[in-house]
């Protein structure tokens, strides 16, 4: 039987960068070698250079959290610089996105791959824009009237709105268009909130201002297309920062993850419902992941969701896949199964 020639994509323009080939990294070795022929693509930190290497320097990469702090660029011991997608779609069946963040989560690297007739997994172009689009993404679900926290959109040099409208403080601030928390950071009094902003246009001109809701963060993986299903609910703990920040997500004993979580019956069956509703919502397939606060650890409120979620092996969707008695195997032949459907 023919081996299925999948393009793993990794890196990019992003300040994820780091993470995505982590998460490259690790569907490289764990894709199933009698089924697929492996393309490990190495994507260069601005975004211009392609190198197409094998497996075995793919899984040699230095450790990409070390280099995190130099901005060394990462370059597999062997490889060939290809041009793109359009050079891919010559001998590729499908392109598996583990690219988190900026150009590789949020339409970019998807309309690239549209336009060169290739498949890839995940989310279509505009899931993916609204997705990572934090405003819009509400918007949509405040049609849905599904539960989304109360927030301010403030834009770079521009005056802050009146934060009636969020109430008093603490609250919780972050970049519009970011994923794995990155320029996120709670403002407990309403004098630090300058800074927190100056945190968050760090990467982004535009930045959310929500209310801070206390309570438990969850966290529900969805798989599949046209009858998506919802993973077990993981319980997030952060054990080193306040809230489920960047050094909870990827170091480790940075937060305890349980699953399933500690919550009665009935409210695991209403977040995965709802779960699948923000799925449906934003048009996403293949998987991703959705994020709430449980306030008062009874209410759920949607945060966001990450139409390519972490594939590390810290990662969670990972863990509510095991948890569900899918390995991690069957879960990226799950994945690539949805993208070729």
């Known amino acids: 039987m023919r081996k299925i020639k999948v393009a793993v994509l990794m890196g990019g323009k992003s300040p994820e960068h780091e993470i995505s080939l982590i998460s490259g990294q690790e569907v490289v070795r764990n894709l199933n070698k009698s089924k697929y022929a492996i393309l490990p693509v190495v994507i260069s930190r601005d975004g211009t250079r392609w190198r197409l290497t094998d497996s075995k320097s793919a899984l040699r990469l230095p450790d990409p959290l070390k280099a995190r702090a130099s901005k060394k660029e990462i370059i597999p011991a062997s490889y060939k610089e290809i041009s793109g997608a359009n050079k891919l779609a010559q001998g590729v069946d499908v392109a598996f996105i583990a690219m988190h963040g900026p150009y590789g989560e949020d339409g970019t690297i998807q309309g690239m791959l549209e336009l060169a007739g290739i498949k890839y997994t995940g989310s279509k172009v505009l899931a993916s824009a609204l997705g990572m689009d934090k405003i819009k993404f509400r918007e949509v679900l405040k049609g849905k009237n599904l539960p989304i926290p109360k927030y301010l959109v403030v834009k770079k040099g521009k005056k802050i709105p009146n934060l009636k409208e969020v109430g008093k403080a603490p609250y919780f601030i972050k970049p519009y268009n970011q994923g794995s928390s990155v320029g996120a950071s709670i403002a407990r009094k309403k004098s630090g909130l300058a800074k927190a902003l100056k945190l968050a246009f760090k990467y982004s001109n535009v930045a959310l201002v929500d209310e801070y809701l206390k309570g438990m963060e969850i966290t529900v993986s969805v798989i599949g297309n046209e009858k998506p299903k919802a993973l077990p609910v993981i319980e997030i703990k952060p054990l080193k920062g306040e809230f489920f920040d960047y050094e909870s997500k990827y170091t480790e004993s940075g937060a305890e993850e349980i699953v399933p979580a500690r919550i009665p019956s009935q409210l695991t069956k209403k977040v995965q419902d709802l779960a699948i509703d923000v799925y449906q919502a934003v048009g996403a397939r293949g998987f991703a992941r959705v ?36 390995s991690y195997t069957a879960l990226l032949d799950k994945i690539i199964k949805y993208a070729l459907e």
Do not use: Q
């Open 291 to 326: 994020d709430f606060i449980l306030k008062g650890n009874r209410y759920p409120y949607v945060l966001e969701i990450n139409t390519i979620p972490g594939l590390t092996p810290m990662s969670l969707l990972p863990k509510a896949a095991k948890s569900a008695g899918i």
